[in-house]
């Protein structure tokens, strides 16, 4: 060890030189000390959970300088009440560091770098339950860090925890932070836009802190929206020789606006642009030296602009992207039907609405870039994490042409779960999605909760389905529901009827949820069951279209056992839809079931899977018995959800006579539906025919 550190002793001199040039800028007044410290797995910081704020070692800005980023005295107040809310703290607190340029002390730092490590040539191994291999620095606020900073951290950040540490970046140390539920480091400088010094400290705060800690590290803006499964599936893919060996920078490859270009004097290098990228550290050994030299010599005031000089210039490292990852800005914003370009706001901030409806695009992007509003983070993470494909807006050819082209290529490279629903809403043919991926065994459900009207006719017919469901080791649970008048209700006492039955069905749900049920099986009474109704189960759980959304923790949906007698149109649309699925997934299984469509009808039988009682409990919150219960899979479908009925019907309302029998004076369109909606035998306990 001592011979390498001898060997590198010219080098040392040469750093100290470089050393003492920054102490020198640092007396001027123009850089920090955590610019040009060095990494320390030593160094201490203060963490502090609950409580008050844990002040600066050293604060030096003013009420004059607190103003300028709260834009009122009260803004503290203000901030403080919007985090309140939250609980626990960690907050760290960024501390200013002696230098100590003495010959022997930075012989001591050689002794301890990281470079003279031979384990950080290994192959980085991410292991959930053992040491995280990245760092992911976000860059915020104060005044946004109760807004859409808690957003991030309570949607992606909260899930990339099991691999990741997540830290937020702060430049004021005034406002009180104590309520932020993460880790919270201020750097002590104004939080001004664009936030060159502010990226450089925070840079520096993880060389100097955190060098030997991770294998990779990663900036992300605030109004950044990571998708944790493919970011850990980068992350494998950097694992891998030919990203690990080396000094590696990753994101999206920009070379700067066509009027700044030439400016910016990188000789066509791209660097990352600033929504987020990473390096590993390789880099981190090359730049972190040097974060001081290059804030020194910036040429423009661009970010992440300079931070790509600086890797150019010290690691010899330009911007790469990574096949399959994309690092996405968007740049038009979308309000029903009308398109409309990003803006710019003072100071080169994009702002936009981003829409309730994703595409493609933006599911499939790693890092998706910006969401400028708290409340658009958590609907596109409910929408990411359960992958939901909702219904698209037509885009008017009135929008603006260029927003207009970039968003109807978009589209046409987008999307649905459900076709139909896509068709009747604005006339646009979409592609089915793929089949969600299973992520649980297949289980048939061994209970069902029968809703029931109250009295003893309602207590027969419950004991006869009851005892069908036995046969096929399916264990039956009445559930009476006072004031419920059945399928057809008088209709001057329609909506009370509906509302006792939303009662029933949220007392279910909300049950449900609370005991951790994964799914629910309901019926309602007087139903028939197909004679084969054990097997055909079976068979539709095992078809990856109708089912395999029911085997997954968190995408779920809705499969049907049956419905209404349709209409012949209604025949056509679910006949098409399922001849559709077949060629669309090369399977005949597909055509086990049909998307649900606007004249769909029937809530008698289904399975429903745990991400659904909560938004049915929603649901029917808003319709207040307006509606009857069989609407909401129209809407659950247009949210993105898959809702599939089977065919052949497992399930019908009971019928006492053969439906087929007195059609001679039906027309043959009719004649033809009832043909092939009862082409299933249903069967009484004992395997008795119903008719």
């Known amino acids: 060890m001592h011979r390498c550190v001898l060997r590198g002793l010219p080098r040392m001199k040469k750093q100290f030189r470089h050393l003492a040039w920054i102490v020198t800028v640092f007396v001027a007044g123009m850089l920090l000390p955590e610019l040009v410290a060095g990494p320390d797995d030593r160094v201490s910081t203060v ?17 004059v300088a607190r103003r300028s980023y709260t834009g009122n005295d009260d803004g503290n107040e203000t901030q403080g009440r919007l985090l309140k809310d939250a609980v626990g703290l960690s907050l760290e607190v960024l501390k200013g560091v002696e230098l100590n340029l003495t010959e022997s002390a930075i012989l001591a730092e050689a002794s301890n770098s990281v470079g003279h490590d031979p384990a950080d040539l290994e192959v980085p191994t991410l292991d959930p339950n053992g040491k995280k291999s990245l ?152 730049v972190g030296p040097n974060f001081g030299t290059c804030y020194g010599s910036t040429v423009s005031n661009h970010s992440d602009t300079e931070f790509g000089r600086c890797m150019m210039t010290h690691a010899d490292a330009e911007c790469v992207g990574v096949s399959g990852y994309t690092f996405k800005n968007i740049y038009y914003q979308q309000e029903n039907d009308m398109v409309y370009p990003m803006k710019l706001v003072s100071g080169g901030q994009m702002t936009l609405v981003f829409q309730k409806e994703p595409k493609a ?115 039956a649970v009445q559930v009476p529901v006072s004031g419920w008048a059945g399928r057809n209700p008088p209709e001057d006492s329609a909506q009370q009827s509906r509302l006792a039955y939303f009662r029933a069905m949220r007392t279910l749900l909300v049950n449900a949820t609370q005991a951790g049920t994964r799914r629910l099986m309901i019926f309602e009474e007087h139903v028939m069951l197909s004679c084969n109704f054990k097997d055909q189960l079976w068979h539709l759980l095992n078809s990856d279209r109708c089912s395999a959304h029911l085997f997954t923790q968190r995408r779920g949906g809705v499969l049907l056992l049956g419905a209404q007698e349709a209409s012949s149109e209604g025949l056509s649309v679910l006949e098409a839809d399922r001849s559709d699925a077949v060629a669309a997934h090369g399977d005949a299984h597909a055509a086990l079931c049909y998307n649900v469509y606007d004249r769909f009808q029937g809530s008698f039988a289904g399975v429903y899977h745990s991400s659904m009682f909560n938004e049915i409990v929603k649901w029917m919150h808003q319709s207040a018995g307006a509606l009857p219960f069989h609407a909401v899979y129209k809407s659950l479908a247009d949210a993105g959800y898959v809702v599939r009925s089977a065919f052949p019907n497992l399930v019908l309302p009971e019928m006492l006579v053969d439906p087929l029998q007195h059609t001679d004076a039906l027309p043959s369109s009719q004649v033809a539906v009832k043909l092939r909606w009862y082409e299933e035998k249903f069967c009484r306990r004992g395997g008795q025919p119903v008719y």
């Open 47 to 63: 963490s502090r959970r609950g409580g008050g704020r844990v002040p600066l070692s050293a604060r030096m800005a003013d009420a």
């Open 135 to 286: 760092m992911i620095g976000v860059l915020t606020d104060p005044y946004s860090l109760g807004t859409i900073g808690l957003a991030a951290y309570s949607t992606w950040g909260r899930e990339v925890q099991r691999y990741a540490t997540v830290t937020f970046f702060v430049g004021s140390c005034q406002a009180d932070t104590s309520g932020f539920p993460g880790t919270v480091v201020c750097l002590d400088t104004p939080d001004t836009y664009p936030p060159q010094k502010k990226v450089f400290l925070m840079w520096a705060y993880l060389w100097r802190h955190h060098a030997n800690d991770y294998k990779w590290f990663m900036k992300v803006d605030h109004d950044t929206y990571v998708n944790v499964d493919k970011l850990l599936s980068l992350l494998y893919t950097l694992m891998s020789v030919k990203y690990s060996q080396q000094c590696t920078y990753v994101g999206m490859a920009a070379m700067g606006r066509a009027e700044e270009a030439k400016k910016l004097g990188l000789s066509g290098r791209p660097y990352c642009s600033g929504l987020g990228y990473a390096i590993n550290v390789h880099c981190m050994r090359a």
């Open 361 to 475: 695009t933006h599911f499939a992007a790693t890092l998706l870039h910006p969401l400028k509003r708290a409340e658009d983070f958590y609907r596109f993470h409910k929408q990411t994490t359960s992958e939901l494909r909702p219904v698209q807006p037509i885009i008017s050819d009135k929008s603006d042409p260029a927003p207009y082209q970039m968003a109807s290529v978009d589209l046409r490279r987008s999307c649905v779960h459900n076709p139909q629903r896509q068709k009747e809403t604005n006339g646009l043919s979409l592609a089915e999605c793929r089949a969600t991926e299973r992520e649980e065994p297949i289980v048939a459900p061994h209970e069902a909760y029968v809703l029931t009207q109250e009295g003893p006719i309602a207590r027969e017919s419950f004991l006869e389905l009851e005892a069908v469901l036995a046969e096929s080791g399916v264990r």
